[in-house]
């Protein structure tokens, strides 16, 4: 009998403890879609030309470092917005697919990563490009917010 009241007052604490390891991939998830919400929209910005919505994207730091498919590092807000305002006036008719896109959170929740291939689609003129493009993400999450603080893109050496 004595058996069973341990057992009996142990049952609550038991069925906490697994709750809470039962929703901890839970939090993992949500925050893995909250970071699948800000790469979606990176794209939907750079689609529609939208520097406002690449900027809620993207952090403002003037020491981040990022690479796009050009030789040159991106150094800082300023240069990568310029960058895009250039390339939004140089392309049209962007469309990008993107495949294979995984996502990982680190365990407190305060920054991620991702990985994805893109089809990236543009016309630069009347001249139509194609480029198979590899993508790396690093996200910090800062006041709640999910942000794009790097970035590294690379093109498929051709054979």
């Not at 794209?43 to 030309?49: D, G, H, L, T």
Request: with cysteine; proline share 3%; charged share 25%.
């Amino acid at each position: 009998m004595k058996r069973f009241a341990y057992v009996f007052l142990a049952f609550p604490f038991l069925c906490a403890f697994g709750s809470q390891q039962a929703s901890a991939p839970s939090k993992i998830d949500a925050e893995k879609s909250l970071i699948k919400a800000v790469l979606d929209n990176y794209i939907v910005s750079i689609e529609k030309e939208d520097i406002d919505l690449y900027a809620k994207v993207m952090a403002h730091d003037p020491s981040m470092v990022n690479f796009g498919t050009s030789e040159e590092p991106i150094v800082g807000w300023d240069a990568l917005k310029k960058l895009i305002e250039g390339q939004n006036a140089a392309l049209s008719d962007t469309k990008i697919e993107v495949k294979d896109q995984k996502i990982r959170v680190a365990a407190n929740k305060k920054f991620g990563w991702a990985t994805s291939l893109w089809n990236f689609q543009a016309k630069m003129g009347d001249k139509a490009m194609a480029l198979p493009v590899r993508c790396t993400w690093i996200l910090e999450k800062k006041a709640g917010a999910w942000a794009i603080i790097h970035f590294h893109k690379s093109v498929a050496a051709k054979e």
